[in-house]
């Protein structure tokens, strides 16, 4: 990319787009634009047809997608498939229309089946059923990157997606509908604080595992991918996966969101809940080949995350 080239960030308002926008003006890219859903319906095919043929964009992040945890993710199946199928073939069909230069397709892992061999390889994709609880969000996602790889192979596009864990930091939503199961542990827990609570209920067991990701090592990632990565880079002309490498169980999760917020109460974990796939570790073994390494660990991350929700809300 150079800095007069003009790119499009969709989902912009979102928490990786916020802060992938914060980066690339840092490193003097102006040309930006990141429509919000008022201005562009990306779920309607003739706006974002007419969007594309006026801007004249250079690159795409399509960071774009109706996300939410469990409980979201069950209540709304419908809207979890069609919104983000929706969003995803109209956002890659016009890449293709309108010759974009290279489109970063953020992915999810929950793309795995839920009895996945751990770590998790990118030949594991389809080797199983998908786990139930947010199957819908899964589906769009295999669909969106089994999309951009046949273009790469019919049309010799330059199509790139990547395959996160779970994503925390600065710009998380906190509110128990649609933030992921770290953002919401560390409202609860400091709602629980202020309010002088004995105690707080995790869903489950706690004995299910997770990896993170700070979402500043995932905007590095972005753009390393879109100045770095090429087509033959990825798997089967697919994608790759880019994880942090390191897995925790949500009860150790709990208990270390639980010192670092303080609070003094105890942590019940109501085991009639629903807490997904028993473990969800990705092999980044590849992306991490390609030189490109996290660097905020864990523990690192909850406190920036804490200190950012404490300021904000």
């Known amino acids: 990319m150079k800095k007069e080239d003009k790119i499009l960030i969709t989902g912009g308002r979102g928490m990786v787009g916020k802060n992938l926008i914060l980066k690339l003006r840092n490193l003097g890219f102006e040309n930006l634009i990141f429509p919000s859903m008022k201005e562009l319906d990306l779920r309607n095919r003739e706006e974002v047809f007419q969007f594309f043929n006026q801007e004249k964009i250079d690159y795409v992040f399509h960071l774009a997608a109706k996300v939410g945890g469990i409980k979201s993710n069950m209540n709304n199946p419908v809207e979890y498939l069609r919104d983000n199928l929706l969003l995803n073939t109209n956002i890659i069909d016009a890449c293709y229309k309108f010759k974009i230069k290279k489109l970063i397709n953020l992915g999810s892992s929950c793309i795995y089946p839920k009895n996945c061999l751990q770590p998790m390889k990118e030949e594991d994709l389809l080797s199983g059923k998908l786990e139930p609880t947010n199957e819908g969000y899964a589906l769009s996602k295999i669909c969106s990157l089994k999309l951009c790889k046949y273009y790469n192979e019919q049309y010799g596009t330059n199509f790139i997606s990547l395959m996160p864990p779970n994503m925390y930091g600065e710009y998380e939503k906190f509110d128990e509908e649609h933030s992921h199961v770290l953002a919401a542990l560390l409202k609860r827990f400091h709602e629980a604080k202020i309010n002088g609570d004995n105690y707080i209920s995790v869903w489950g067991t706690g004995d299910v595992k997770r990896e993170f990701l700070y979402v500043g090592d995932m905007v590095e990632g972005l753009i390393f991918s879109m100045d770095k990565l090429k087509v033959e880079n990825l798997v089967n002309n697919c994608f790759l996966n880019c994880g942090s490498g390191e897995e925790i169980s ?40 390609l030189s490109f390494r996290h660097e905020i660990n864990l523990e690192e991350g909850i406190k920036k995350t804490y200190e950012y929700f404490k300021k904000e809300f």
């Open 250 to 289: 949500i009860k150790e999760l709990a208990f270390k969101i639980k010192e670092i917020v303080g609070f003094e109460g105890e942590i019940k974990f109501d085991v009639n809940k629903p807490e997904g796939m028993v473990r969800k570790l990705l092999d980044s073994s590849r992306f991490n080949f």
